[in-house]
């Protein structure tokens, strides 16, 4: 979806009850920062007020659906307190955790890159369509950071044995392995991302709200995702800190500088 207004993310319901939520910093291939996480918390607030809501739409303005973390935003964070660094991290976790629990379905549709944090997006999603030039991985540990906030989700729509080899290895994969693994529904043709997506939202509209709904939690009572809050805040620390790790500083550092981390 293209678009040049400023605001990092776009949204809207229509007449049907169906909302599109738009990642839109095409210019840095919608990593998410700070600015971008409150925006999408905003728009969340904004959704679960909205009336007859049925499903929601997310998709990634320009090239790329999402880039995972804004790395210079992440390094800004880093050099600040551990109580700042705990409320960055409470920031991201609390908007993928609001988002698994979105008592309607939520459909994504990926082109492009979408890395890191970004895969927790998805992972927190119903449905995934990626187009077949989508590449995904989950790099934190490229960096000397950890996934800490969104293993739950990639827990609950991969399977611990894949997040062993993708979460530690931190390579990139494909559209066709994305869908082998289930963090991917369907694959489908760039151009076709928009109509597949328009096609899941026409099954969804044919079945009852208060069935879906209802179903939908009951689904989740038993996922990795639903988490108590001792477990919620022993993740969000943990993420916290290693971001102010050594580790994470010359990781940040090697991204800043191009070069190779010293582990490497």
């Known amino acids: 979806m293209a678009t040049t207004e400023a605001r990092p993310i776009l949204w809207q319901v229509d007449s049907r009850g169906v909302a599109s939520v738009v990642l839109n910093r095409p210019e840095r291939n919608n990593a998410y920062?700070?600015?971008l996480i409150a925006a999408f918390a905003a728009a969340l607030d904004a959704l679960e007020q909205a009336?007859?809501?049925r499903a929601v739409v997310i998709s990634g303005a320009g090239r790329h659906f999402q880039a995972g973390a804004d790395l210079k935003w992440i390094d800004a964070v880093?050099?600040?307190s551990r109580e700042d660094n705990i409320a960055a991290s409470r920031a991201t976790a609390d908007a993928i955790w609001r988002l698994n629990a979105v008592p309607v379905p939520t459909i994504a549709l990926v082109q492009g890159a979408c890395f890191g944090g970004g895969t927790g997006l998805l992972a927190a999603c119903d449905v995934v369509i990626a187009a077949e030039d989508a590449v995904f991985s989950i790099a934190e540990v490229r960096w000397g950071l950890t996934a800490a906030i969104i293993i739950p989700q990639l827990?609950?729509?991969?399977g611990v044995r894949q997040v062993r080899r993708y979460a530690l290895t931190g390579e990139r994969f494909g559209a066709a392995e994305a869908r082998r693994i289930g963090l991917v529904h369907e694959i489908v043709a760039p151009g076709e991302l928009?109509?597949?997506g328009a096609r899941i939202v026409d099954q969804?509209?044919?079945?009852?709200p208060a069935a879906i709904a209802e179903t939908k939690a009951l689904a989740l009572e038993?996922?990795?995702?639903?988490?108590d809050g001792e477990t919620a805040i022993r993740l969000i620390e943990r993420h916290a800190d290693k971001r102010r790790s050594a580790e994470a500083a010359e990781g940040l550092a090697s991204f800043a500088q191009k070069r190779s981390a010293v582990w490497r």
């Open 33 to 35: 920062d700070g600015e």
């Open 51 to 53: 009336s007859g809501l």
């Open 78 to 80: 880093r050099a600040g």
């Open 155 to 158: 827990n609950d729509a991969i």
């Open 194 to 196: 928009d109509a597949a």
């Open 204 to 208: 969804v509209l044919q079945n009852g």
């Open 222 to 227: 038993a996922a990795w995702g639903r988490l």
